[in-house]
């Protein structure tokens, strides 16, 4: 077994008969005959906005690493990358017919277009921050469809109090400039806005208000005058037109269901989509036919006039956490110009979609971003990725076999709390293992349980009772009995093949502190099956070795080294 501890390994390649890499790959690397997966597709931070140029050949994507990436949409190869001086919405902003992109650089905003990558127009701060200074900083804005028109406004997030000193600094307007000009062509005073999007035609600006009804004001841009406002009977979070603008389709707050508007009077037409759990995301096709939805576990692309749906696949989305969260599920998936092919983001990968056949562009065979464990077995290497994702590989061909599914966990976003230990070692690799007879998987996520696989199907067989919040897990060498710590740092023993509890160990605790148990953090069986070792540390505090005795459940050993924990 080999374990790499947050180590950025972006390709896996290892000495074994040589084998022709995939035509996706890159070149290997001196020395390596064989490479598991291949880099391109992938981001270091989890991809939280995605877009196409108006080529359809072209896919930008973007992650909190602050840069906007351009790659081929059929193989992955990254020919141009931008940095912006945040992250979406604050960062840049994308024409709808892809061929504008704006690029805020902290002293400037830079137009560039799409293609050609030809800078249009390069707006000062001094410009756009108002003409006395007014604004602080630029929060957001967007592009019309056809990038001719810029928009810039402030919000202020939910639930949130802003100082009265950073309120000074606030414009409260929309400030509307054009790009081929590079005049300010409006500037309206509006309270707090949550999103604000052009008509299809790019002659209206439709700002949504933060008030106690759900109010869309309406302005033309080219007399300056505001339109009637909408009342609309549902709180939206998120709002798209259709294509001849007399109709659009929004996301309700509670974010289980979208609701098709009339945009003259704000009346519900009718649901469009209706799902059991949560919409991460939601995107139309350019023509308005088609509806792409993402959903806990379901990626739905669907008809809009009848609701049929045309595809219907796994989506195992990972929560982005950033910053920017209550935003970036809004901009998860993008399709491409002529509706033919559909991007989606998902944790740090990127997969590719032909909607005509309902395929893959581009073959399942990567992992998201750095590999934290590598564990071998025979012919068989098992990779867990930075999304803590499982694949397994075939050493000789380079071959990914199966991905094992990762089993749903509460994470950050439900409100749990998690030591820091036992994310960093879950983190690092000590939570997945393939037995000493190649017959079986067993992995853990986040706080447990710890789930078993079998090997040849990839089918999950068990979740063993008893093993909640376990930060480790080991095999013992005959395969037949599996070891694994609780919360408290007990440490339970189960039959493999029954999936029933044979032992348990109880743990070491400090004389000075009996309640206060340290984290199991490591696992190891003896060659001959007889005694189990354990590493166990708490944050800040030494780390301690226990050695027991199965036969008898007795501590044969126990030792606690001088000094701080040079644990990281």
């Not at 972006?10 to 390596?32: H, M, N, R, Y």
């Amino acid at each position: 077994m080999f374990m790499f501890t947050f180590a950025a390994i972006l390709d896996l390649a290892v000495s074994v008969p040589v084998v022709q890499p995939p035509p996706i790959t890159d070149a290997l690397p001196p020395g390596a005959v064989v490479r598991m997966g291949t880099a391109r597709f992938f981001h270091f931070d989890p991809i939280t906005w995605v877009g196409f140029a108006s080529d359809g050949r072209t896919v930008l994507t973007a992650g909190s690493e602050y840069h906007i990436r351009f790659s081929d949409a059929a193989t992955g190869r990254e020919s141009t990358r931008f940095r912006s001086y945040t992250s979406p919405r604050a960062g840049f902003a994308l024409s709808a017919d892809g061929k504008r992109l704006a690029l805020n650089q902290s002293d400037e905003m830079k137009i560039l277009d799409v293609i050609s990558r030809k800078e249009i127009r390069c707006f000062s701060q001094d410009e756009l921050l108002g003409p006395k200074g007014e604004r602080f900083f630029i929060h957001h804005f967007t592009l019309s469809p056809d990038g001719r028109f810029l928009a810039i406004w402030d919000e202020q997030p939910p639930n949130v109090s802003v100082p009265e000193e950073v309120k000074r600094f606030r414009r409260f307007s929309v400030d509307v400039w054009d790009v081929d000009t590079g005049r300010r062509v409006g500037a309206w005073k509006v309270g707090d806005l949550h999103e604000i999007e052009f008509t299809p035609d790019g002659k209206t600006l439709v700002a949504q208000e933060q008030t106690k009804e759900d109010r869309l004001r309406r302005w033309d841009i080219a007399s300056g005058k505001e339109i009637r406002s909408l009342e609309l009977p549902r709180q939206l979070v998120r709002y798209v037109f259709l294509p001849d603008g007399k109709t659009l389709v929004g996301m309700n707050t509670a974010r289980n269901a979208l609701h098709l508007h009339e945009t003259a009077t704000g009346r519900e037409l009718r649901t469009v989509a209706d799902a059991a759990g949560p919409i991460f995301a939601f995107a139309l096709s350019a023509d308005g036919a088609n509806l792409a939805i993402a959903r806990p576990g379901r990626l739905l692309v669907q008809r809009l006039a009848d609701g049929k749906t045309t595809l219907d696949v796994p989506f195992p989305h990972h929560p982005v956490v950033d910053g920017y969260r209550h935003r970036t599920h809004a901009d998860l998936l993008a399709f491409a110009p002529d509706g033919k092919t559909l991007a989606v983001a998902k944790g740090r990968s990127l997969e590719v979609w032909n909607l005509t056949t309902g395929t893959r562009v581009h073959p399942d065979d990567n992992m998201a971003g750095p590999v934290l464990a590598v564990h071998t077995h025979g012919r068989h290497l098992l990779a867990r990725d930075m999304d803590l994702n499982l694949s397994l590989w075939d050493l000789r061909s380079g071959k990914l076999l199966r991905r094992f599914v990762r089993v749903a966990s509460p994470g950050p976003e439900d409100g749990i709390q998690y030591s820091t230990a036992v994310f960093c070692f879950d983190w690092a690799g000590g939570c997945q293992e393939i037995s000493a007879d190649g017959r079986h998987v067993a992995a853990l996520w986040f706080d447990g349980p710890i789930h078993l696989f079998d090997l040849a199907s990839g089918v999950r067989i068990r979740s063993f009772e008893g093993s909640d919040k376990a930060t480790c897990l080991a095999f013992s060498p005959n395969g037949k009995l599996l070891a694994g710590p609780s919360a408290n740092g007990q440490i339970g023993i189960w039959n493999v093949t029954t999936g029933k509890l044979v032992q348990r160990l109880m743990p070491a605790v400090r004389p000075d502190n009996p309640d206060n148990a340290p984290a199991v953090l490591a696992l190891h069986f003896s060659p001959d099956g007889r005694t189990l070792t354990a590493g166990a540390c708490k944050e800040g505090d030494v780390c301690e070795v226990s050695c027991w005795e199965l036969a008898t459940g007795n501590l044969r050993s126990f030792l606690r080294p001088k000094g701080k924990s040079t644990r990281s």
